[in-house]
């Protein structure tokens, strides 16, 4: 997982606040101090944090809850927002159909695996990548390009004697003619700094590129947002790519420091394959990071599935039969159940009866089947079922009579589930879509 350390702090925070009896302001106190800690120990920025934990403190007491939020949903919606807001608005990547994009950066910090990563990428949107390896200083460059790029079945033009990039460049443009994307990967040493940024001018020049991207070590932490600032004022970037964050304990702080250089981070390196490249996306990110899930995409899809009508019906009567068939058939239009859970604010962190949220896609047909194979009257009342039309129901939906006794057990622990969300343990519109999913 991303920024693992960070994450886990983080949710412990959210677990905090979910958990408490209440919210009074010993509780906010302490979340903030919780915050501050969890992001300093990442590395991020000492004032920064201060002024974020302000602020979270401030809007947390005094702002009051939007309608049809709690109190806690509230918080943690605070937590949440102020958090993003630390790591920048949202870059969009619109995908010209031809679009050339240089790679810029020291040495070791990835851009020839970015390079790959990136026309994979590409590939992937259906555009015909092609990389252009202009590194003339590091050994080996164009062979190590070479084998990357075999695996993502990309081609690459390079020269391993060559001595002068910029002729490679031109050569290079002349055999991706009939590319859609072409990326450019430069060398990350030289014999100086001006030295490489001079290169780098020419190269530009030359290759005339729609995106300059930058690359960048996360282990650097604060110095990450130097170096960016460094490189934007002598070659003027147009984003940056953020490699390493995998485990790097210093993500939060190369994050934070990039975002606050105002140089847009692109994308993020999640791992040395070919296909641990994400666009950078902050609220995904922090949701991810908060162990919220992805919220965002989770109120999208919900809305996409859930029929609102029908889990009022739920709420007001019995969980039929028919209406947990619907439901599952809901959930497993949206993914794995798991992940599902994951997305909603304080879920995973309650008490889900054993075995709710193992239920796998291949399970979650098994006992649609078995559903459909009862008769309406069953479907509305189970406890009508009897030995020998259990039996029948397995044969008929080829699967055994354990299982429909499973699916019929799992449907009275839901319904009992449901009973204690309906005493109103949970209000608001957020918890309106939990009971949604169940
Ligand atoms: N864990 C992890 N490793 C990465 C990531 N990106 C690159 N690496 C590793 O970092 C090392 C350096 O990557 P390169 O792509 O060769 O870096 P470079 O910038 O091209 O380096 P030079 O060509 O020497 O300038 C390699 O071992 C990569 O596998 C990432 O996102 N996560
Ligand atoms: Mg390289």
């Known amino acids: 997982m991303v920024l693992d350390k960070l994450s886990d702090s983080l949710t412990g925070v959210?677990?905090?606040?979910?958990?408490?009896?209440?919210?009074?302001?010993?509780?906010?106190?302490?979340?903030?101090?919780?915050?501050?800690?969890?992001?300093?120990?990442?590395?991020?920025?000492?004032?920064?944090?201060?002024?974020?934990?302000?602020?979270?403190?401030?809007?947390?007491?005094?702002?009051?809850?939007?309608?049809?939020?709690?109190?806690?949903?509230?918080?943690?919606?605070?937590?949440?927002?102020?958090?993003?807001?630390?790591l920048g608005e949202k870059q969009d990547y619109h995908l010209p159909t031809k679009t050339r994009v240089m790679l810029i950066g020291i040495q070791g910090s990835g851009k020839t695996t970015t390079s790959v990563k990136l026309a994979k990428f590409f590939s992937k949107k259906g555009l015909r990548p092609f990389i252009i390896a202009?590194?003339?200083?590091?050994?080996?460059?164009?062979?190590?390009?070479?084998?990357?790029?075999?695996?993502?079945?990309?081609?690459?033009?390079?020269?391993?004697?060559?001595?002068?990039?910029?002729?490679?460049?031109?050569?290079?443009?002349?055999?991706?003619?009939?590319?859609?994307a072409v990326i450019l990967d430069t060398a990350g040493r030289h014999k100086s700094e001006e030295e490489l940024f001079r290169e780098m001018k020419e190269l530009a020049q030359r290759f005339r590129p729609d995106e300059k991207l930058l690359v960048i070590d996360s282990n650097l932490g604060q110095s990450a947002g130097k170096q960016a600032a460094a490189f934007h004022k002598a070659i003027g970037l147009t984003g940056v790519v953020l490699t390493k964050l995998d485990g790097s304990a210093k993500g939060g702080g190369a994050l934070s420091a990039v975002a606050e250089t105002g140089t847009k981070i692109r994308f993020v390196g999640l791992g040395e394959g070919i296909d641990d490249l994400e666009i950078f996306d902050p609220e995904r990110f922090v949701s991810r990071i908060l162990g919220l899930g992805d919220l965002r995409g989770l109120m999208e899809r919900a809305q996409e599935h859930v029929d609102e009508e029908k889990v009022r019906d739920i709420l007001k009567g019995d969980l039929t039969l028919d209406a947990l068939r619907d439901q599952i058939k809901a959930i497993r239009n949206?993914?794995?159940?798991?992940?599902?859970?994951?997305?909603?604010?304080?879920?995973?962190?309650?008490?889900?009866?054993?075995?709710?949220?193992?239920?796998?896609?291949e399970k979650m047909d098994r006992f649609l089947y078995i559903i459909d194979s009862m008769s309406r009257k069953e479907r509305a009342d189970p406890k009508i079922l009897n030995a020998h039309r259990i039996n029948r129901i397995?044969?008929?939906?080829?699967?055994?009579?354990?299982?429909?006794k499973e699916l019929l057990n799992y449907h009275r622990t839901m319904k009992k589930a449901l009973k204690g969300f309906k005493k109103g343990r949970f209000k608001g519109p957020l918890a309106k879509m939990m009971r949604g999913m169940r």
Do not use: C, W
């Open 14 to 86: 959210i677990k905090k606040i979910t958990r408490a009896p209440f919210i009074d302001e010993k509780l906010v106190k302490e979340v903030v101090r919780d915050i501050q800690r969890s992001l300093l120990v990442s590395d991020v920025n000492v004032r920064l944090v201060m002024d974020l934990s302000k602020r979270i403190e401030e809007r947390a007491l005094q702002q009051k809850a939007i309608a049809g939020l709690t109190k806690k949903e509230h918080v943690i919606k605070v937590v949440y927002e102020e958090l993003i807001s630390l």
């Open 134 to 180: 202009a590194d003339t200083y590091r050994p080996a460059a164009y062979d190590q390009l070479l084998q990357l790029a075999e695996k993502a079945n990309v081609k690459v033009y390079g020269e391993p004697e060559g001595k002068d990039p910029v002729k490679i460049v031109e050569s290079g443009l002349e055999k991706a003619a009939h590319a859609d």
């Open 334 to 361: 949206m993914g794995p159940l798991g992940n599902i859970l994951k997305m909603i604010p304080g879920f995973s962190m309650m008490s889900m009866p054993e075995g709710a949220t193992e239920m796998t896609e």
């Open 394 to 404: 397995a044969r008929g939906s080829g699967t055994s009579r354990e299982e429909v």
